[in-house]
Every structure is written in structure tokens, then in C-alpha cells.
């Protein structure tokens, strides 16, 4: 039997472009036992899926052997902390480079500053190694492990044009660029504090959703209560929770009553009531009473932490599109650093020659060079040429865009865990949804009843072993306990049990034609049978969700054909249908699980792409089998492990805003790469002519890669 894959995710700190995040990722796949490695550069995260037990330290070893650390600290706790590194950096650059810039234009325009050169070699040297040592230091480990990244160009750069005024002050004929250097490192920290400071802002929603995890509990003991550590809580124990106070895991109420607010989980505004049997969620706050709860899920498994993995998993991700990206930016480097030296060695063998260009050109482009001996001109050319095609835009692109979207999806309810769906859910164009729990509440309650009160007594007792809404309201219905001797859930058809000997079946009928007149009303039947032999039933009403019918006409709207799949029967499905705006000629009813596999793969030959949505246990092969799965949040775990994302707060409506969301993610990406392309295209041939100055490069390097994470934060908005 194949061991069953699992994942890991790792926080890798030092990485500053694609080059480096495309090394880690080939050390980490080259480990036996790896199936899957990626890592992105926007959140530093490496995901891994192993084949079979790898452990982390030989992970970690990977990671540091190509360069780079590892970080035990929570990726958005991280962020906060480089976010304020970045703000120190930024300070000392412009202190010092501030002052430079101011005294360079009137030594520029003729009128020498005593000890101008001194200047620029001290305070370059002071900037280059103090604020920008980061940079320095992954130039290093790049160099060192025999590859180049967006942290070489830049130390190159402002290394070479530091090093004109220590050759100037040497007595070598050469002009002198040394505040040049000090600005390019200061406009690449300044671009860094932009780049960490709206990455903090975007890594925000995370924090909040950690903000929610209670630190400790108050557990009930025979000797009282007792308050312990979170980390000390386990399943089966029984917490008190009271007015005001945070639930700490999730459970079952055992005793009380209070109306819990659920907003920051959900997004609902309104509490809502909670007491005996009542499920509750970790993160959530008890208004207005007391609870007993005992607790069916600690750490990484409750609903919360599940979520908080979800969204930090899908922006570590990658998506399709970015392999292109990452294809160029690994040879991009070279590429650059060999135009550079090619440039600079252009200019420095034949500036007798085409000197003339610059000069024609100087008349219309105020920063073009003005000496024109072949060191001046070939280091002018080369550092450049150098500054101006820093990958970072083309690394932030994707990653960007990605955060961004993840994190204004949680914001509207919607739990995107994997990145892929992005790019997918852009080109749906069939939605398939489930009838109970989607269009309708979920929450049916039961309206007729034929059973004698053992038959009852055994209904209840076998619905109590399932999850299925249908079963909950079944379940709660009042009825002597009995003992079963075995009970088993049949996806699609009910549940069989054996109580006293004799084996009893609960769910499909037979045969629907003598419940036709429930059937048609709308109803849901439930048949019970002893032996074969039929005992009686149930009938169950579950109403329209009032959203639905908006959320069916936003479907239209975004061109995407609305598909009911149900296990119901045809006339409760037809009904709701009608009500909510779905073709009749788009209803399957009464299917089974493999059926609405079935319905998906028939779309999917058609060339549709296909998202359904589902809510159940039945759901999850259909919702692995759809090119995105989509499990509302009060669903089974089976089914919210096998979708792509996860409905937090609301039903159907959500739908659409999430297309309609992974449609302007893309559209950005989109954007961002193209922008990112183009930049370097223009700029690349300019810069080799010696038509820019280092500082105008460095300044539109910046930019580009501003523009790329601006452009990425309206995806928020």
C-alpha cells in the first residue's frame, strides 16, 4: 500500500529575487523522499510534500547548504520583524546619503566642496556596509554557492561605483561616482521598507485570525476549575467559558446558553445562540452567558488553525503562470551581468570612436555622462546596466498578487487553500452546486413522521452516528436511547446498523412513487426498513437560503451555466430550482456520489471548466474530480480537506464574489509580469547605450517594482 503524502511548510529567510527561491527549490526536490517542492519568494515559504517520512532537519539542512536560513517563527511574525530592520536601514541610508545628493549638485555644476571625495568614500562605505550589509550578504551566499541573484547586481553596482572615488582619490583618471553608490543602495533599502511595509499590511489578516487563538483555558475538574496553558488542552476535557471570554478550542456545549459572536471567524455580524449539543468554534467569544464545553479539537486540528494553514499554504504556493516567470529570472542574471561587462567593455575600447552618441544625446538627456575617458564611460555604462535590470519586479509579480487575493477572499468569507484555483477559477464556466446546505439552509427540520416509537427510537439513535444535515435534525428529535451493536455510513444512500440481531437500513426509499405527493411539495423522504421490510418514514423540509437567488443571477451574469447536482428527489430539486433561477434541463436529482462525479467529468469532455460545490461527505469525490472544489465551512472534514477553497460565512452568494475574485488576481498578475517584461525591455537597451545615469536606474528599477506590489494591493480594494 502507497504511504500516504503529506506536507510541510518551511519559512526560508535571505532570499531577495526568483534566482534564489528557484535554488532552494532544487536543493529541496533533490532530497530522497520529496515528491514536490515550491517556493515563493512573495511569502518566503517553501511547501513540500513528501512521499514518505523525511525529517525536518534534513529539510532545514537543504535550505542552509544552498545559502540560506530556516525560521522557526510564524511567517507573518517574521514579516513584522524585518519590517521594523527595514525602517533602521532606510533611516541610516538617507541620513547619510541625504547630505551626499545635496553637496554632489553644486560639485556636479563646478564648485568643488573641500574633501568632497573623502566624503563619498566614507559615507558610501558607511551606507553600502551598514544599511545595505542584507544585500551584501546575499550577494555573498549566492556568489559563493555559484549562482547570482538580484542582490549582485545591486552590491555590484554600488561597489563599482564606489570604488571611482577611491580611484579618483588615488590619482587615477577616472570620474568619480562614489555618492552614486551610497544612492543606489539607498533607493534599493527605500525600495525594500516599501516592498516589507505593504507585505506587512497584506500579511495582516493572518495575525488577526491568530489574534483569535485563546492562551490559556479554564478547565473543570472534580476539585474545581483550573486554569492551564492552551497548549495543555485535549480532546475529551471539559472547559468553562463565561461572559466576554474567548472559547478556546472547539467543542460541543455541554450545559449553559449564550449568544456567541462569530464575526471575526465568519464575517456575521449578528451572535448567534448557543446551548445543549451546539457545536462551537475555537476564536469565537461567549456574549452573553456561560458555557461547559467539552473540546472535540485541539491545536493544528481545530477549524480555526485549519483555516490560518489554508490561507498561509495557498499564498506560499505557486500557480502555472509564475513557472514562465521563474524560467526567465533564472537566466536573467547572467544574462545581465554578461551585458553589463560586454557594455562597459563597448564603451571603454571605443569611446573615440562613438563618443559622438553621447554627445548628441547630452543636447536632449541632462544625466548622460559628460567625461568621456574610457574608464569614466565604460563604469558609467556598465554599473547602469547593471542597476537597471534587478529582477525583484518579475520575482514579486505573481507572490504579490497572490497574498493580496488569498487575503481579501478571507476578508469576504472565502478560504483559498490552493493557490492553483486562482488561475483556475478565472476560466470556469460550469458551476455545479449542491441543493442541502448550498441553496438551501442546510438546516431541514423534520415535518411529518410515520414510525412507531421503536422505529423512531432506532432512526434517531442511527442518525446520531452522522453528519449529514438531514441526520442533525433526525437526530434531535426526542426518542428512547437504544444500543446498536454497529452502524455504517454508505455515501449516497444512508446508513445501515444492527440493533438486537436485526439489521435496519435508514435513507433512499426504494421506490419514490408512493411518496409522490411530498415529493412534489417539495419535501424530503427518509425510509426506514427492518430486514428489508419497510417500517415507516420521515419527511423533511429545508428552506431556501434567501442569497441564493442573487447568487444563481451573479453566476449568469459573470457568463458561468449554474448546475444543480442533489441526491434529493426531482420534485423537492425542481422546486427549489425554479425558486432560485436554475434551468430544469440543469437539475440532476436523485444521484448518487459517483453520479456527480459522473456530471463533472461529462462537463469537463465538453470542454467546460468546473467548480462545484458541495457540503458533504458524498461531496468530496466530486469536489477532488472539479477543476476547483469549493466545501462551505459548516461541512464535513472530508469534504473541506478534498475542495480548493472553503466558504467560511454565507452560502452561494460567495460563489460568484470568489470568481469573480480569482478573475481580477489573475488579471493583476497578468499585468504585473507584463509591466515587469516591458520595463526590462525598454530600460536594458538604454542603459547599455549609456543613455541613463546609475541614479535615474536605480530610481526606475525601484519603481517597477513599486508599481508591481501597488498594482497587486488593488486586488484588496
Not at 563619498?120 to 551598514?130: D, K, R
Not at 488542552?233 to 455541554?254: A, F, N, Q, T
Not at 505573481?398 to 488569498?406: C, E, F, K, R, S
Not at 420521515?538 to 442573487?550: F, G, K, Y
Request: glycine share 10%; net charge negative; charged share 20%.
Amino acid at each position: 500500500m502507497e504511504e500516504e503524502k503529506r506536507s510541510v511548510s518551511l519559512t526560508v529567510t535571505g532570499m531577495t529575487c526568483a534566482s534564489c527561491s528557484r535554488i532552494v527549490e532544487k536543493r529541496l526536490s533533490k532530497i530522497d523522499g520529496v515528491a514536490f517542492a515550491a517556493v515563493n519568494l512573495g511569502t518566503e515559504t517553501a511547501f513540500v510534500v513528501l512521499e514518505k517520512d523525511v525529517p525536518l532537519e534534513t529539510l532545514e539542512e537543504a535550505v542552509t547548504k544552498a545559502g540560506y536560513g530556516v525560521s522557526r517563527e510564524r511567517p507573518a511574525d517574521l514579516e513584522s520583524r524585518r519590517y521594523s530592520e527595514a525602517r533602521r536601514n532606510l533611516i541610516l541610508a538617507w541620513v547619510v546619503t541625504g547630505p551626499l545628493m545635496a553637496l554632489m549638485i553644486p560639485h556636479m555644476v563646478g564648485y568643488h566642496v573641500f574633501g568632497y571625495h573623502w566624503m563619498e568614500i566614507a559615507g558610501g562605505a558607511l551606507v553600502i556596509f551598514g544599511a545595505g550589509w542584507r544585500s551584501l550578504r546575499g550577494a555573498w551566499i549566492a556568489l559563493s554557492h555559484g549562482h547570482g541573484n538580484m542582490d549582485v547586481l545591486v552590491c555590484l553596482g554600488a561597489l563599482a561605483a564606489w570604488s571611482t572615488a577611491i580611484l579618483a582619490q588615488s590619482g587615477v583618471a577616472v570620474s568619480s561616482f562614489g555618492a552614486v553608490g551610497a544612492m543606489i543602495v539607498a533607493l534599493h533599502v527605500t525600495g525594500r521598507f516599501i516592498e516589507s511595509h505593504l507585505r506587512d499590511r497584506a500579511s495582516k489578516e493572518i495575525r488577526a485570525l491568530v489574534g483569535l487563538q485563546a492562551r490559556e483555558a479554564r478547565v473543570v475538574r472534580d476539585d474545581g476549575e483550573v486554569t492551564v496553558p492552551i497548549e495543555a488542552v485535549s480532546s475529551g476535557m471539559v472547559l468553562s467559558v463565561r461572559p466576554g471570554e474567548r472559547i478556546p478550542s472547539d467543542g460541543v456545549v455541554l450545559s449553559g446558553r449564550s449568544a456567541v459572536d462569530e464575526s471575526m471567524i465568519t464575517g456575521e455580524p449578528m451572535p448567534v445562540s448557543k446551548e445543549e449539543g451546539h457545536e462551537v468554534t475555537g476564536g469565537s467569544v461567549a456574549v452573553t452567558g456561560s458555557l461547559k464545553i467539552e473540546v472535540t479539537r485541539t491545536g493544528e486540528d481545530t477549524f480555526l488553525s485549519r483555516m490560518i494553514a489554508l490561507i498561509e499554504e495557498a499564498q506560499g504556493a505557486k500557480i502555472p503562470i509564475q513557472a514562465f516567470a521563474d524560467r526567465v529570472t533564472g537566466a536573467f542574471v547572467p544574462v545581465v551581468a554578461s551585458l553589463a561587462l560586454a557594455s562597459g567593455l563597448f564603451w571603454y575600447l571605443g569611446v573615440d570612436r562613438f563618443g559622438w552618441i553621447l554627445d548628441q544625446a547630452s543636447r536632449w538627456i541632462p544625466w548622460v555622462v559628460s567625461a568621456r575617458d574610457p574608464l569614466s564611460v565604460g563604469l558609467f555604462a556598465f554599473v547602469t546596466t547593471i542597476v537597471i535590470a534587478c529582477p525583484c519586479a518579475l520575482g514579486l509579480a505573481t507572490p504579490m498578487a497572490l497574498i493580496t487575493g488569498t487575503g481579501a477572499a478571507s476578508r469576504k468569507g472565502i478560504v483559498i487553500g490552493n493557490a492553483e484555483a486562482i488561475q483556475t477559477a478565472g476560466d470556469v464556466t460550469v458551476v455545479v452546486l449542491d441543493k442541502t446546505g448550498t441553496l438551501t439552509e442546510g438546516h431541514p427540520e423534520v415535518t411529518r413522521i410515520s414510525l412507531d416509537s421503536r422505529s423512531l427510537a432506532v432512526a434517531v439513535a442511527m442518525e446520531s452516528a452522522s453528519n449529514h444535515p438531514l441526520a442533525k435534525a433526525i437526530a434531535a428529535l426526542d426518542a428512547d436511547p437504544i444500543d446498536m451493536e454497529s452502524v455504517e455510513e454508505i455515501a449516497g444512500e444512508g446508513l445501515t446498523a444492527v440493533v438486537d440481531g436485526e439489521t435496519w437500513t435508514l435513507g433512499r426509499p426504494k421506490s419514490m412513487e408512493k411518496y409522490e405527493e411530498m415529493t412534489q411539495a417539495g419535501r424530503t423522504v427518509v425510509e426506514v426498513r427492518k430486514e428489508g421490510e419497510v417500517m415507516g418514514f420521515l419527511a423533511l423540509e429545508d428552506p431556501i437560503r434567501p442569497e441564493s437567488v442573487d447568487a444563481v443571477s451573479e453566476l449568469k451574469k459573470l457568463g458561468i451555466r449554474p448546475v444543480m447536482a442533489t441526491g434529493d428527489n426531482r420534485g423537492a430539486a425542481e422546486l427549489v430550482a425554479d425558486a432560485v433561477g436554475i434551468d430544469r434541463s440543469n437539475v440532476h436529482a436523485g444521484i448518487k456520489p459517483e453520479d456527480k462525479l459522473a456530471i463533472i467529468r461529462s462537463e469537463q469532455s465538453r470542454g467546460g471548466k468546473v467548480l462545484m460545490v458541495g457540503d458533504g461527505m458524498n461531496d468530496a469525490a466530486a469536489l477532488k474530480g472539479a477543476d476547483v472544489g469549493v466545501a462551505v465551512g459548516s461541512g464535513t472534514d472530508l469534504a473541506i480537506d478534498s475542495a480548493d477553497m472553503v466558504i467560511v460565512s454565507g452560502g452561494a452568494e460567495r460563489i460568484a464574489q470568489g470568481i469573480a475574485l480569482s478573475r481580477k488576481t489573475f488579471s493583476v498578475i497578468r499585468q504585473n509580469l507584463f509591466w515587469a517584461f516591458g520595463y526590462n525591455l525598454l530600460a536594458l537597451p538604454l542603459a547599455m547605450a549609456g543613455l541613463l545615469h546609475p541614479v535615474v536606474a536605480e530610481v526606475a528599477m525601484t519603481f517597477s517594482s513599486i508599481s508591481v506590489i501597488l498594482n497587486s494591493m488593488r486586488v484588496g480594494r
